[in-house]
Structures are given as structure tokens and as C-alpha cells.
């Protein structure tokens, strides 16, 4: 069936069958392969993505739920947020995962960074015990999670200096 | 791994969506935080899946009189922001993972009756109610005589659960859940919801107590229910109502808890719930 939806921003036109997953279809249709299939138990959030500006399990949905919604990439994070506020071409939370050694091998890292973007856009500022239970859903076996709490953390401070969601939406009154 | 081949459509009422249910092989699919999963390792094979995203009487939390109605559609995020009931929410934000919780919705979690879900504990020591709505029309069933075993429950195939309903919270009401988690699935090895009203002398008026993780379904503990009623909810009456908490319960023995572990830890999170519920009722 014919589906049309947003992906990064741009408009998409598809025929997929009803039994493709959202993530084969970003990663085989669209060639976005920075959403990783880590688990085949929708267990380990490898291949979070943002639908609605929302983090989910794009394993665990089928292409055909997402007719007529947005979704966002690991590819498409940057540019949630102007110019002006990436860093060398990277989203702050990208930018934070990079300075604080947040990933070893990697593979968790574009689930960890979509997770990390919904939840920042709910808690400008969260706690480490906030932070390790908004990733609840994301599972990293090389990283024991401290530097991850940190780089989360430490993009919360950059985006709240920025006055800006994760989303690039403005934010008021969390200027520092 | 991919699901089997089906079909797909999207109704946009409830009235289309009973109608497509009708079809041979047809299943609802809610939030799929249960299902899919299923699907994906070929344990559910349906002909046809009836999405339900459309449906706009499956969705909200309103006031209806004495009660409250949640839409079947409403998820675990909404409900753990906007549901009454301090225990109903508390359930709700422990149920998966942020992921999970932002698709899955209260319809399909006590439609899947996972034996060890959280919110039908809540529910149960509520004293909730389920509206379905198939071909010949509504009718009415409380949450106790909804889930008939692990993974099954008392609604037709051609049924669609359309709303969750709970009491108003009533003055010198209070309620919580507590839960013992299986840390690496998240699931309960064993979950305690408590319910309690007060009176001004501080006596227990009323009192629902569900339980999860622990038997056949989730279940409503009747007799530690009727041993807190009339008492001032002393530790010493908490403690002797606890007692019966397993009372004829075939209780759930596993590698990740022996029943007798499990009993323990219905005394310890029970004595929690039932703690954090009085506090709540009295303030």
C-alpha cells in the first residue's frame, strides 16, 4: 500500500507491504542505516527514532502506522537545531556524546542520542537518576552508561545556554 | 524477523472498526508495543490488523458522573500524566521503557492480560470497569472477571475494549503501587496496587488491593481487602491482612523467583502500597 510521511523534513511517497517494520523500511527503502537493529525483541532502543517529535521503537511499528506523521533520524538531528548552535556540524547531543567518550563501539549511540532528545525536550535539565530512567529503553554493553549520564547532562546545559528545546524550538525562561 | 503477511486498514470509528473486526482473522492493533513483538517472533499470525490510531472515541480522560473514563486508545505516558489515582499512574510509569510507554495504551495492555502487567493491578484494586462494544452492541464488565488467564480474557473475538472506567477519587481516598521489578525485562516479579478510603476518625471504609506477577492473572486480593476494612490500618492490622494476601493462589514459582520468595515479597511491597496509600488518604 501507498503510504506518504515526513522523513528528516522531506516529504516521502512509498508502496510497502503492510508487514515491513518502520525501521527496515528507513534502513532498506531509504537508505538511512544510521538507525541500528540491535535485538529482535524490541528490547534494547538501538533503533529509536523520533515519530511526532517523540521517541519510539521504530522496531516495534509498522511503516504503514507512520502514514501521515513525522519522523526524525539520527540523520536528520542536526538539523533540528540551527546553524548557529551545532557544533562542527553536530547536534549538541552529538557534540556532547563526542567530547565526553559517551560510546565505545557505537552501535547504541543513534538510539541513546533520540532517546536522549525526547528526553531533554521534556526536562531541560534532568538528574542523573532522571536521565538513566528516561534511557531505561536503551541498552549500551560497552559504556556502563556514566559517561552517557554525563554527555546528556552536558547538552542540557548547552541547549538550555542556547535557549533552545532539542527540538530547535525556543525555549523561555531556562536561559541561564 | 518479519511478521507474516496481512492486511492492513486504518478505520476512522469505532462503528468501522467493529465492522472490520467481523473479518475472519482480524485483530486490533493499538499502540503494538505487545503485539508486534509477537508478530515478529511468529507466535501471532492475524489475517488482518485493525488499526485503531484513527478512532477518536478511543481516546482522552474525562470525568463521567461518579467515574472516570480513559479511552482504550490513551497511552501509558497520558495516563501516567493525566489519570486519576495516584496507583493508576504510578502503574502506568512503570510499565516498559520510555519507548514502550509513549506507543502503548492502558486498551491493549489489558487486553494482551500479561500475567505479571502492571496496570491491571491497579485497575483490579481500583475496582475498574471495561466497556466492549461488538456487533450486538455494549455491555459492561468489571476488571476482577475480565482476565480469565495469562494472556486471555473474557472479551469476544468480535469485541472491541472501548474504555477503561475507574471510580472518582472520593474525599479521604488513597491509592499506590509498588512493585518488585525483574531488572533486566522491567516486567514485576511481583507488583502490590492499594486502595484505601478513610473516615475522619482515620478507619478503613473501603480498600481494594490488586496483585500482580504473582498468580494465574493478575487478581484481586479479596481477603486482605475485607481484614483492612473497619480497622485504623495499624502496622499490626496491616501485617495480619497481609497474611492472606497469596491466601488460595497458586503462586507463580519461576528461575527468576521461587513462589515462596514471591509470597515475601507481596508482604514487603503490599506493606509499601498499603503505607504510601494511608498517607495519601489522611493528608
Redesign the interface.
Known amino acids: 500500500m501507498i503510504i506518504e510521511l515526513t522523513v528528516n523534513g522531506r516529504a516521502v511517497r512509498r508502496d510497502v507491504e503492510p508487514r515491513a517494520l518502520l525501521v527496515d523500511f528507513l534502513r532498506e527503502e531509504l537508505s538511512l542505516t544510521g538507525t541500528k537493529i540491535g535485538c529482535d525483541t524490541s528490547q534494547c532502543g538501538a533503533c529509536t527514532v523520533l515519530l511526532d517529535g517523540h521517541a519510539v521503537k521504530s522496531c516495534n511499528m509498522l511503516a504503514v502506522q507512520a502514514q501521515g506523521r513525522r519522523v526524525v533520524t539520527v540523520e536528520g538531528l542536526r538539523d533540528l537545531v540551527p546553524e548557529n548552535v551545532q557544533q562542527e556540524g553536530l547536534h549538541p547531543l552529538q557534540a556532547a556524546f563526542w567530547n565526553s567518550h559517551a560510546l565505545q563501539c557505537g552501535f547504541c549511540t543513534p538510539g541513546m542520542l533520540m532517546s536522549a532528545c525526547d528526553l531533554l525536550s521534556e526536562n531541560p535539565d534532568p538528574s542523573d537518576e532522571e536521565v538513566r530512567h528516561g534511557l531505561e529503553g536503551n541498552l549500551c554493553r560497552c559504556t556502563g552508561y556514566e559517561p552517557i549520564v554525563f554527555a546528556v547532562q552536558q547538552a542540557g546545559k548547552t541547549l538550555r545556554e542556547a535557549g533552545l528545546s532539542p527540538l530547535g524550538t525556543a525555549r523561555e525562561g531556562v536561559r541561564e | 524477523?518479519?511478521?507474516?503477511?496481512?492486511?492492513?486498514v486504518?478505520p476512522s470509528s469505532l462503528a468501522e472498526a467493529v465492522a472490520a473486526l467481523a473479518q475472519p482473522g482480524a485483530k486490533l492493533?493499538a499502540g503494538?508495543?505487545s503485539l508486534?513483538?509477537l508478530m515478529?517472533?511468529r507466535f501471532a499470525a492475524p489475517k488482518t490488523?485493525v488499526?485503531l490510531?484513527d478512532v477518536a472515541e478511543l481516546r482522552g480522560i474525562e470525568a463521567r458522573g461518579e467515574e472516570v473514563r480513559i479511552g482504550a486508545f490513551t497511552s501509558h505516558v497520558d495516563v501516567a500524566a493525566g489519570a486519576p489515582w495516584q496507583a493508576l499512574r504510578e502503574a502506568a510509569e512503570q510499565t516498559?521503557?520510555?519507548?514502550?510507554r509513549?506507543?502503548g495504551t492502558i486498551g491493549g495492555a489489558v487486553s494482551h492480560a500479561d500475567p505479571a502487567g502492571d496496570l491491571p493491578a491497579a485497575l483490579l484494586a481500583l475496582g475498574a470497569r471495561v466497556e466492549l462494544v461488538g456487533p450486538e452492541g455494549r455491555r459492561s464488565l468489571a476488571i476482577d472477571e475480565f482476565f480469565v488467564g495469562p494472556l486471555m480474557t473474557a472479551a469476544q473475538e468480535n469485541e472491541v475494549l472501548e474504555a477503561v472506567f475507574v471510580p472518582a477519587e472520593g474525599k479521604g481516598s488513597g491509592s499506590a503501587y509498588r512493585k518488585l521489578r525483574q531488572e533486566a525485562?522491567?516486567f514485576a516479579l511481583v507488583g502490590v496496587a492499594a486502595r484505601l478510603r478513610l473516615d475522619g476518625a482515620g478507619r478503613c471504609v473501603a480498600a481494594g488491593i490488586g496483585v500482580t506477577g504473582v498468580g494465574f492473572t493478575p487478581y484481586r486480593a479479596r481477603a486482605t481487602e475485607e481484614l483492612l476494612v473497619g480497622t485504623a490500618v495499624s502496622d499490626v492490622e496491616v501485617e495480619k491482612a497481609l497474611g492472606a494476601i497469596v491466601q488460595d493462589i497458586d503462586v507463580a514459582s519461576d528461575a527468576y523467583a521461587s513462589a515462596e520468595y514471591r509470597a515475601e515479597m507481596c508482604q514487603l511491597f503490599g506493606r509499601q502500597a498499603i503505607a504510601a496509600a494511608k498517607a495519601q488518604a489522611r493528608s
Open positions: 524477523m518479519t511478521p507474516e503477511e496481512f492486511g492492513y486504518r492493533l503494538g508495543q508486534l513483538p515478529r517472533l490488523l488499526d490510531q516498559g521503557d520510555r519507548q514502550v509513549r506507543l525485562s522491567g
